[in-house]
């Protein structure tokens, strides 16, 4: 049952209570027809007041009802603010650390991405002074080439014997 349906028949009641009250009254009276008229008026007057007391009780228990709806949907609201406040807490501490994560995770991609081109310019170091190295090969290479040319074309010139120049006479 909804809350609603329970508020009209609390704010119903006092209603009722006036109508059974006046019901009373005026059944007391007529109840009384077989009767004296003194007797007649004092159960009239004692089922009216009996009416009235009865009247009154549900009067305040009908006020109490309302007074405890009230309050418990007072309580009802701040329990709901409460809940309110715990789901924003929560939210915030699931963002806080889904961003610590994302920001981790930022950091090591920085870090994996220095360390690849720091890689990669060491390697473009060691291919340079690997061609350094083997241009200096060749160079020295060809500088033997050149100087065992030179003492080879040097040598067949001194190994040969001088001819006798002749003297012309």
């Known amino acids: ?3 609603g349906g329970k508020r009209n028949r609390v704010a119903a009641l006092p ?21 004296s008229s003194g007797s007649s008026s004092n159960s009239g007057g004692s089922a009216a007041s009996e009416a009235s ?5 549900h ?4 006020a109490q009802k309302r007074e405890e709806a009230v309050e418990l949907a007072k309580d009802r609201e701040v ?3 409460v809940e309110a406040k715990k789901r924003e807490e929560s939210a915030e501490a699931t963002a806080k650390r889904r961003e610590h994560e994302a920001e981790r995770k930022a950091k090591k991609r920085e870090e ?15 291919e340079a002074a690997k061609r350094e190295a083997e241009a200096k090969a060749k160079r020295e290479a060809e ?8 003492a080879k074309a040097k040598k067949p010139a001194a ?3 001088a001819q006798p120049v002749a003297k012309a006479e």
Not at 15 to 35: D, H, N, T, Y
Not at 53 to 57: L, P, R
Request: glycine content about 4%.
């Open 1 to 3: 049952m909804s809350a």
């Open 15 to 35: 209603r009722v209570l006036a109508a059974l009250a006046c019901a009373l009254a005026l059944a007391g009276p007529l109840s009384g027809c077989g009767e």
């Open 53 to 57: 007391e009865e009247a009154n009780q």
């Open 59 to 62: 009067a305040e228990e009908s």
């Open 79 to 81: 329990l709901s603010e």
């Open 112 to 126: 994996q991405s220095t360390k690849a081109a720091h890689e990669v310019e060491q390697k473009a170091k060691r």
């Open 143 to 150: 500088a033997k080439k050149k100087r065992e040319a030179e």
């Open 159 to 161: 190994s040969k014997p």
